[in-house]
């Protein structure tokens, strides 16, 4: 049985959640063919996955996701709020949780590797697959089932974020390379 989680756990939790808000308040991008904006939110995902470690990660998405559904202005737009907890995009931030865990055991791992690259080149992959593949799956497989968009036009829809995940996966590796050139990171 794993430890629970101390006094300092919570504080970074709290601390990964907060940067999640923060990104929030850059203004959302709609796409006008979905209803799922782009936003730097998931960057703030892949991020606290790689900084925080997969159970520091995952309590601070949760915490998040309580924030949502308090009715706190906390995603991008200022939305917040149940219905938005139950609405198309919610799929997409209910994947936050085990993207995060995925990131953040994926960037666990990655410690023993010396090779600077090398660690960049695993921590781009760990945000692509935990905060990318993960997000977009369950992001997916929501919106199809709530809005009764087809599979296929679901997914095709989805492919539009790509670039941009692509981009927030690779200044999540480099940000968090900086920082723990800084810092020494304890992933939890």
Known sequence: MAPSLGFRDMTLAALGAGMVVALGATPPIPLGILPVPITLQTFGVMLAGLLLGPRRAVTAMLLFVALVALGLPVLAGGRGGFGVLVGPSAGYIYGWVPAALLVGGLARRSERIAHPFARVACDVAACLFGGVIVVHACGVIWLSLVTGLGWWKAMSGTFLFVPGDIV?????????????????????
Do not use: G, M, N, Q
């Open 168 to 188: 927030k996966a690779l200044l999540a590796a480099v940000v968090c390379r900086r920082i723990e050139s800084f810092i020494t990171l304890d992933r939890r």
